[in-house]
């Protein structure tokens, strides 16, 4: 069954480094979304991306976040300046048709100390 | 917001038993999906239910929805000590297509 893959599973970056999470979403899929869930909240959703440009971001998504997707096959999410409150488990998804069948990927951990 | 909050938080059962999770949010949807996350791990699609529909089975799954009430419900039938996880309910409405989730069930099957 095709899968959504994230690297790294975990990542542990000092505050005020910069971190790219990857993502390789499922190959016929058209919409690409980042999401993310604290320790013991709910999965909080960030941005999602159709057609090369950000179609929805939410109020989480600020000038520190950015995406990308670079090539065919990947999808990227930028943290510029991380900050102890960005340790979250964050999840990229896919899906073909728009808030319909997502695939998730199983997860980074990012810890920021 | 729309938001899918469900309950109970948390759901204790023998393996064999029937578990009833419950999921209620405030504003019209396009659609209603159920998601399972084994501890730490990332998040398995488990089943659609659409405006228009007012109940779907998947296998062992049973999942209603009521749009008056605003409310749906999973059923997990015969539960195996494997189905312990989260179960979240998440909702797709509106004029946008994000996934709204709700907090999740943690159900705890005990063999």
Not at chain 1, 17 to 26: A, M, N, S
Not at chain 1, 48 to 59: A, G, L, P, R, T
Not at chain 1, 95 to 112: C, H, K, P
Not at chain 2, 32 to 59: A, C, D, P, T
């Amino acid at each position: 069954e095709p899968e959504v893959t994230q690297t790294p599973s975990h990542q542990v970056t000092q505050m005020g480094q910069e971190v790219i999470l990857r993502c390789v979403p499922i190959s016929n899929h058209l919409y690409f979304y980042w999401y993310r869930q604290i320790l013991g909240q709910k999965v909080e959703f960030l941005v999602s991306f159709y057609n090369n440009e950000i179609s929805e971001k939410s109020e989480i998504f600020d000038d520190q976040f950015s995406v990308e997707r670079p090539d065919g096959s990947n999808f990227t999410l930028k943290i510029r300046s991380t900050k102890l409150e960005d340790s979250a488990m964050y999840f990229c998804a896919s899906s073909r048709i728009e808030g319909d069948g997502y695939t998730f990927g199983s997860g980074t951990r990012l810890t920021v100390v | 917001s729309q938001q899918g909050e469900e309950d109970p938080q948390a759901l204790s059962i023998q393996e064999g038993e029937n578990a009833t999770m419950n999921c209620s949010y405030k504003t019209s949807i396009n659609n209603l999906q159920w998601y399972r996350q084994n501890s730490g791990r990332g998040l398995v699609h488990l089943i659609l239910i659409r405006s228009n529909e007012r109940e779907k089975h998947s296998g062992r799954l049973r999942v209603t929805l009521d749009t008056s009430k605003k409310s749906s419900s999973l059923l997990i039938t015969a539960s195996r000590a494997a189905d312990t996880a989260s179960y979240f309910c998440a909702t797709v409405g509106g004029s946008n297509y994000k996934l709204t989730f709700g907090k999740g069930t943690l159900l705890t099957v005990n063999p």
